[in-house]
């Protein structure tokens, strides 16, 4: 299994939830439904997507990098 990469095509803001739609096999706009919703909970979800967009390498990066 690939590890998750953030797009360079199709990505909003930075690409989060463009890279989890993909890793679960979802459309992009369903994920990015399913994070709006979840915000209307209580709980770190912006600090989340934060870490996320820092830890997720890029497509570009993660090319570069491939053994």
């Known amino acids: 299994m690939s590890r998750p990469a953030r797009p360079t095509h199709g990505r909003m803001i930075g690409g989060v939830c463009a890279a989890l739609a993909r890793r679960f096999g ?4 369903t994920m990015r439904v399913i994070f709006l919703v979840s915000c209307l909970l209580p709980g770190p979800q912006f600090l989340l997507y ?18």
């Open 50 to 67: 934060l870490a996320l967009w820092i830890l997720l390498p890029s497509e570009k990066t993660a090319a570069r990098t491939a053994w």
């Open 26 to 29: 979802t459309s992009n706009t």
